[in-house]
């Protein structure tokens, strides 16, 4: 561990949780690639068979992931062993309070951090400290987010309005680069069939090649990759600029995301920090910097500085309770009877039969794994025709946005 060997920071993904000490896990449940967002608007997983439906709510999921994390990580840990859990800046008390209530019916005894919140302490440690008040923008795989961090040189404080997501990130530029990588295979003349299942497997592991090159040309200008494609074998080269000019229309919607809680927040906002895996990006700190005026900075390692973050809170303050208060900011929808849950059983049991909802059961500490539900052949099919017609990155969408923070201006 960095600070010490009985606390731990940890993130969870889509796909796999960050620890504090550098390590990664890959999660055993095939979560939805929304998860996040299904959490903050109450939203669950519904899977379908031939002859019924279940229904997974969100916050389980979630919940039901930090158990796993906690079951590997806490193994010969000792004694006096805890955690914190870097949750986004962007949930409401009322999400916070739904996590929290999963949490401790698994008997997980953890501390909740604010992931910006964590950002802003663990960058204060470094030899450049932040201003008063920043914007802290999250670029993950699957997201951007902006919260606003005040008091960043006494004690962090994030806002919850305005914070603003979009549900784009690093997967949609991934998608992008194997759409250029498939052109560029047409170009010489190499055809790719989108019906042979070989295929539709290398298509799948090129995407993890696909995110080595764009990650690799942050810092070089030049990469160059080998699709493992059947019947194809060039190695394919590939310059930032490429990259730059497919990541542009997303460039331009985090400016957007940025820009618009800049108008929205009351209080001036002097900087902005980057986190998450695309922070080191230089199209976006320089996007940043060139239109909205404002000065950035970059963590030195912006995918670990959140739980490292989460890890100091944790280690510099005892393990508290939350108050009634503070807890229950809101009233908390009991998700077996709420009237949202009775509306999604009664749609679905139109086309499938009776719906039951999955709920862990028994002492066991983490839930069910829910059955994976496969991606429809026909989307991978689109994604490999290099010809077809895709509708750009960066694409303004409100429907993925919390009913309880949409608004018009896309900012709660």
């Not at 109450?42 to 992931?65: F, G, N, Q």
Request: charge should be negative; hydrophobic fraction near 40%; include cysteine.
């Amino acid at each position: 561990m960095m600070v010490g060997d009985n606390v731990v920071g940890i993130e969870v993904g889509v796909s796999k949780v960050t620890f504090s000490n550098g390590e990664v896990a890959s999660i055993n449940q095939d979560f939805p690639r929304d998860l996040l967002i299904r959490v903050a608007d109450d939203l669950p997983y519904v899977t379908v068979t031939e002859d019924r439906a279940e229904l997974y709510p969100a916050h389980e999921m979630y919940a039901s992931a930090v158990g796993e994390a906690l079951a590997v990580e806490s193994v010969d840990a000792p004694a006096d062993f805890r955690a914190a859990v870097a949750v986004p800046g962007w949930w409401t008390p009322r999400t916070l309070a739904r996590v929290q209530d999963a949490l401790r019916a698994r008997g997980l005894d953890v501390l909740m951090v604010n992931d910006a919140e964590a950002a802003v302490v663990e960058y204060q440690r470094s030899t450049e400290p932040l201003p008063s008040t920043v914007a802290v923008v999250g670029l993950r795989a699957s997201q951007v987010s902006a919260v606003v961090v005040k008091n960043c040189n006494t004690r962090p404080t994030a806002l919850t309005s305005p914070v603003l997501v979009h549900n784009e990130g690093g997967d949609d530029l991934d998608v992008a680069v194997l759409q250029h990588v498939l052109q560029g295979l047409a170009s010489d003349g190499y055809t790719v069939d989108p019906t042979d299942p070989d295929v539709l497997a290398a298509a799948r592991a090129s995407l993890a090649d696909c995110r080595a090159l764009r990650e690799s040309l942050s810092l070089s200008v030049t990469e160059s990759m080998q699709p493992e494609f059947p019947e194809t074998t060039p190695r394919l080269r590939m310059v930032r600029s490429e990259l730059e000019e497919l990541a542009t229309p997303w460039a331009d919607t985090v400016v957007r995301t940025v820009g618009a809680v800049l108008e929205q927040c009351a209080a001036p906002i002097e900087a902005v920090l980057l986190m998450g895996g695309l922070a080191n990006m230089p199209l976006i700190s320089q996007r940043l910097s060139a239109d909205l005026g404002l000065e950035v900075y970059v963590p030195d390692d912006p995918t670990l500085i959140v739980v490292r973050g989460a890890e100091r809170l944790l280690n510099a303050q005892p393990m508290t309770e939350l108050t009634e208060s503070e807890h229950h900011a809101e009233p908390v929808r009991e998700p077996e009877t709420g009237t949202f849950w009775k509306l999604i059983r009664d749609r679905v049991s139109q086309w499938t039969g009776p719906v039951q909802t999955a709920v862990p059961q028994g002492e066991s500490s983490v839930a069910p794994a829910p059955a994976p539900a496969p991606a429809p052949e026909e989307e991978m099919d689109t994604l490999l025709d290099p010809a077809a017609t895709h509708e750009p990155i960066g694409t303004p969408d409100t429907s993925w946005i919390p009913t309880t923070a949409r608004n018009e201006s896309l900012v709660r």
